[in-house]
């Protein structure tokens, strides 16, 4: 392929440099004297074939290392891409799979959990060589399955959703298709949109804590001081402000009925801190709004019942 490129290359840059040369040469013409256009003359022509030699070099040079496979990645390359049934209809039972944590894939399951929906909560676990470092994680059945391919339309990764051929890869995403699909996106095109904006505010606040860099941190006095400047000054402020925000009430965020928002609100008020963290056993004073939903989702039978069985994980 590097040979066939490059000598393609050859017809475009031997006419480039010919184009080239005779501009070169016939500008020089125009604008030195008569005693000095000859040399002058010649050392252009020189350098307009230089240029176009090294040009052409360095164009061949780029495509081939284009071309070459990445070192270590030979085999992903070869693998067919995924089938266009990826995108089909989802038929038969739901299969969420991820690792045994809540994560980026509790979310979804509390939705399942909402709608009464049965699924296979698939989970993939987890263990350490040496307890809480994460550079000793094992997780074997998920390399595994990694290497046979399974995880092709997730670009390696989890959360993945299928039923039947249908396979949706991405946490938001999957959040997003389930809310559309139990009818937890409002009940107009305006309300859905709303429901959405205030998905990205609860992101934005969850982005916010998550740049302090806390998790995994080994300074035990350091982590403490930014979590108490995050609780006592920063949190309070970003929840008042989405409270002020959410167009709905009477325990909605949006609308009249429980949402794909007012799960994300619920989490972040439940299942995003622990009490040893915020030191109060909750986060959310002086925001009636956000304290109004949580009081709705956290009151649903089905919501009670999945907060209560799921699986004990350490996070």
Known sequence: VSGFVSTGLKP?????????????????ATTMAPRTRTAASALAVGAAASA?????????????????????????????????????PATGKFNLRYFDIRGVAETARILFALAGEEYEDSRYPLSFGTP???????????EADRAAGKMEVAMGKVPVLGAGDFSLPQSKAIERYLAN??????????????VDAVGEHVRDINTAYGSKGLFGMK???????????WFGEELPVMLKKLDVALPGSDGFAVG??????????????????????TGTGGVGEGCPKLQAITKTVGSNANMQKWMEERPKTMF
């Open 12 to 28: 475009f840059w031997l006419k480039f440099c010919s184009s080239n040369s005779r501009l070169a040469k016939s500008s020089l």
């Open 52 to 88: 176009c030699w090294l040009a052409g070099s360095a164009v061949s040079g780029f495509v081939s290392a284009a071309l070459r496979s990445p070192r270590g990645t030979s085999s992903a390359l070869t693998r067919a891409a995924v089938p266009a049934s990826v995108a089909g």
């Open 132 to 142: 809480g470092d994460f550079s000793t994680i094992k997780r074997e059945e998920f």
């Open 181 to 194: 699909k139990f009818g937890m996106m409002g009940s107009t095109p305006e309300e859905a949109a709303w």
């Open 219 to 229: 300074d035990a006095e350091k982590k403490k001081e930014i979590q108490a400047k």
């Open 256 to 277: 009249s009925k429980v949402s794909y928002a007012d799960v994300l609100i619920f989490r972040l008020f439940k299942d995003t801190y622990t009490e040893a963290e």
